[in-house]
């Protein structure tokens, strides 16, 4: 079953709002979960380290203002899309950051702001 | 960082004939190589990886060959079939740390016709 529970899986939110999409560990204590966005008919790229009771990690070009990443517990992480505009309707996914297994993802959530 | 690039773009076979797809990657640090099929709206499904310290793996029709060397690994699937049709992605793990920290390649589409 899955061991990384992402919600919601799909969310249409109106240019200017802001969404939070969440991700669940499920079966460990992650203490850093990654974030992914995924543009159509395009690779993933990597947003974001979260890092749990501690700040985020962003990529170079991810504005850390606009993409708010909470890690409050060892089985959640936030991601918050503040004031959305339409070049943020994406796929973005979640996966947890273990050592060394292999990585376990999210079911994505499609975001598309109108 | 590293940098992952991925040949061909789109790649189209005939049922029964054999896929290549190629990976080159930058960053020798990296010791995590996984390869994933994306279907349309869904997470990325893991079908087989390889660590650095292998130089080949198979899985039934789907092998994965590592030349640390040159930085690059490729996938080969054999005996295709139309339900191998999808996105490939191949990935490596940035700076030898995490598995779940992963810069993606480009994608392959992979056709296979009847």
Redesign the interface.
């Known amino acids: 079953g899955a061991v990384v529970s992402q919600h919601p899986s799909w969310v249409i939110c109106k240019s200017g709002t802001s969404v939070k999409i969440e991700c669940r560990s499920l079966d460990f204590q992650a203490t850093t979960m990654f974030w992914y966005r995924q543009f159509p008919k395009q690779s993933l790229m990597l947003m974001a380290t979260s890092n749990e009771g501690s700040k985020a990690t962003y990529e170079q070009g991810v504005e850390k203002d606009k993409f708010l990443i909470n890690h409050a517990s060892l089985t959640l992480s936030t991601l918050t899309v503040t004031s959305a505009h339409p070049e943020d309707s994406s796929f973005y996914i979640c996966s947890e950051g273990r050592a060394s297994t292999e990585a376990f993802f999210g079911q994505g959530t499609r975001l598309t702001v109108v | ?1 590293e940098n992952v690039e991925q040949h061909p773009s789109t790649l189209s076979v005939q049922e029964g004939d054999s896929a290549v797809i190629k990976c080159t990657y930058s960053d020798s640090a990296s010791n ?1 190589f ?1 390869w994933y099929k994306q279907e349309l ?4 499904q ?1 079908i087989i ?1 390889i660590r650095s310290n292998v130089g080949e793996k198979k899985d039934q029709r789907i092998a994965v060959t590592l030349n640390k060397t040159a930085k690059h690994f490729s996938l080969h699937i054999t005996e295709t079939q139309p339900e191998d049709s999808a996105v490939y ?1 191949c990935a490596a793990n ?1 700076g030898g740390t ?10 392959t589409i992979l056709t296979v016709h009847p």
């Open positions: 960082g995590y996984p709206g869904k997470r990325p893991l990886d992605f940035a995490s598995y779940g920290k992963l810069t993606f390649g480009q994608g």
